[in-house]
C-alpha cells in the first residue's frame, strides 16, 4: 500500500513531504506554481513506467513510501538520467532520453514535432509524454530492456486512474476525415487527424453496454437454472428454516424492486410464498436459484443507486436522471406534468462535470485503486463543491478505492481541512 510521496528539487525549487491520510482522501492545495498538478502526474507516471515524463521532469529525487517500509526511489543524475532503486540502493532500472527515442523510432510510430508522434497505422497522435506506455503494451519487446513491471518491487505500485482537468470532451480517431497519405506533414494537419466526442454522451453508451451484458449474463444463469431444477429439486436434501427464508426472500424482493425502479426487468417483486415445513426441501432451492439469478446485478445495482441518488440529490435545475436499459442513462425536466427528455449534450458544463466525475469514480476504477482527481470544483457551484468529499466518501465505502485531490477550492475542502496537504506550508516546513 503506497502511504506516501517525497520529492526533492522539484522545479528545481521545491521539497515536499507528502503522507497519504488513512481516512483514504488526501488533499493537494497550495498557490498556483506550487506542483500540486505535477505531483499527481507523477503518481500517474510512475506506474504506467513513463519514462519520458521524468527525463523531462526537473527534479533530484523522488521516494514512493509503502507501509512495509520498503520505498521506491527515483534519482536523476547530472546527465539527466534517470535511475529507478530501492532503498537499498539496489537499482533495477534506468530511463534515457536517447534509449527512449530509439525504442520508439523501432514502432509504428513516427515524430511529427518534438513531442507529438503519429501512429501509421491508425493516424492517430499521441504526446511523447504518453507514448511509451502504449509502446510497451503493444511491443512488450522493443522495450524489454525499459519495463521495470517485471521487478517484483514495481508490483506494490497500486493501479492508478487518473482524472484530469479536461474530462468534457475525448479525443476519438474520426474515419470520416481525410488521412494523409505522406507522414512527414505540418504540425497544424494534426487538428485534422482527431475529432472529438463529448465523454458524457460516450458514457452513456458505455453504461447502456454494462446494463446489456448483465442482463444477458443474467438469462443465462436463468436458462442455466431452470434447465436443470427439476432435478435438483428432487435431489434436494437439506430443508430451510422459516427464519432463513423470510429474511433471504426479503432481500430477494428489495433486488427486483431496485430493478423495476431503473427499468431493468418488468418482473413484479415476488408474492411471499407461504412457508411450510413440508415444502422447505423445495423451498430452499428455490430461494439458492432466486438468489443466483440476482447475483449478477448486485454490483452494478449498488453503482446504479449511489449514481441516481447523488445526482438527483444535486437537485439540477428542473432536471432528474434517469437509468435505462436502452440509453444508459438520461435526463428529464421535472418543472411540468408531462416530463420532456433532453439531450446530454445540453446539461450545462457544471452539470455534465458532476456526471462525468461520479460515472468515472463508480464505473470505471477497480478496488484498491488510488485515483487522482485534478481541480474537482472546475464549473461546479459554491453548493455542489461543499458536498463533494461528503459524496467521495460514500464511494470509498463502496468501491474500496483511495483518493488523492488536487483543489484551489475551500469550500471543496469544507470542514475537512484535516484531510489537507498544504504544499506551500510543506515546503516552508522542509526548509525552516
Not at 418543472?335 to 427528455?341: I, R, V
Amino acid at each position: 500500500m503506497l502511504i506516501g510521496i517525497k520529492i526533492e528539487k522539484l522545479f528545481d525549487i521545491f521539497d515536499y513531504d507528502i503522507e497519504f491520510k488513512k481516512e483514504g482522501i488526501t488533499i493537494l492545495t497550495g498557490p498556483n506554481g506550487y506542483g500540486k498538478t505535477t505531483v499527481l502526474k507523477i503518481l500517474e507516471a510512475f506506474a504506467s513506467q513513463n519514462g519520458f515524463f521524468f527525463v523531462r521532469l526537473l527534479f533530484k529525487k523522488i521516494i514512493l513510501e509503502f507501509a512495509d517500509s520498503n520505498t521506491i526511489i527515483l534519482k536523476r543524475d547530472t546527465k539527466g538520467d534517470i535511475s529507478i532503486s530501492t532503498q537499498d540502493d539496489s537499482i533495477f532500472g534506468h530511463w534515457n532520453s536517447k534509449s527512449l527515442d530509439k525504442i520508439l523510432k523501432r514502432s509504428p510510430f513516427r515524430q511529427i514535432d518534438e513531442n507529438k508522434w503519429i501512429d501509421r497505422r491508425t493516424h492517430e497522435i499521441y504526446h511523447k509524454d504518453d507514448l511509451l506506455q502504449k509502446v510497451i503494451l503493444e511491443f512488450p519487446e522493443l522495450a524489454n530492456d525499459f519495463q521495470i513491471s517485471k521487478f517484483p518491487q514495481f508490483s506494490k505500485i497500486p493501479t492508478i486512474y487518473f482524472i484530469s482537468t479536461q474530462r468534457l470532451l475525448r479525443p476519438v480517431s474520426n474515419p470520416k476525415i481525410r488521412r494523409p497519405r505522406d507522414f512527414d506533414f505540418h504540425i497544424d494537419n494534426v487538428n485534422d487527424v482527431n475529432a472529438f466526442s463529448n465523454t458524457i454522451e460516450e458514457y452513456a453508451q458505455e453504461l447502456r453496454n454494462k446494463i446489456r451484458d448483465t442482463l444477458a449474463k443474467s438469462s443465462e444463469t436463468a436458462q442455466r437454472l431452470d434447465s436443470s431444477f427439476p432435478h435438483r429439486l428432487f435431489e434436494q436434501e437439506t430443508p430451510i428454516s422459516e427464519k432463513n427464508f423470510s429474511e433471504r426472500f426479503e432481500r430477494i424482493k428489495n433486488t427486483q424492486k431496485s430493478l423495476s425502479q431503473y427499468g431493468l426487468s418488468d418482473i413484479k417483486a415476488d408474492d411471499h410464498p407461504t412457508y411450510k415445513p413440508e415444502n422447505a426441501k423445495a423451498l430452499s432451492v428455490y430461494i439458492d436459484d432466486a438468489e443466483a439469478k440476482l447475483a449478477d446485478f448486485d454490483g452494478l445495482l449498488e453503482k446504479l443507486s449511489i449514481f441516481t441518488e447523488i445526482l438527483n440529490e444535486r437537485r439540477f435545475t428542473f432536471k432528474r436522471i434517469v437509468i435505462s436499459k436502452d440509453d444508459g442513462f438520461k435526463f428529464f425536466t421535472t418543472d411540468n406534468k408531462s416530463p420532456l427528455a433532453l439531450a446530454l449534450g445540453d446539461l450545462s458544463s457544471g452539470e455534465q462535470q458532476e456526471v462525468v466525475l461520479l460515472y468515472e469514480l463508480l464505473f470505471k476504477v477497480e478496488a484498491g485503486t488510488l485515483v487522482l482527481i485534478d481541480e474537482p470544483e472546475l464549473s461546479l457551484h459554491v453548493v455542489w463543491q461543499e458536498q463533494f468529499l461528503d459524496d467521495l466518501f460514500k464511494v470509498i465505502e463502496l468501491q474500496k478505492i483511495s483518493i488523492v485531490v488536487a483543489t484551489h477550492s475551500p469550500q471543496i475542502i469544507n470542514n475537512h481541512w484535516d484531510l489537507t496537504v498544504d504544499l506551500e506550508e510543506n515546503f516552508q516546513c522542509k526548509n525552516i
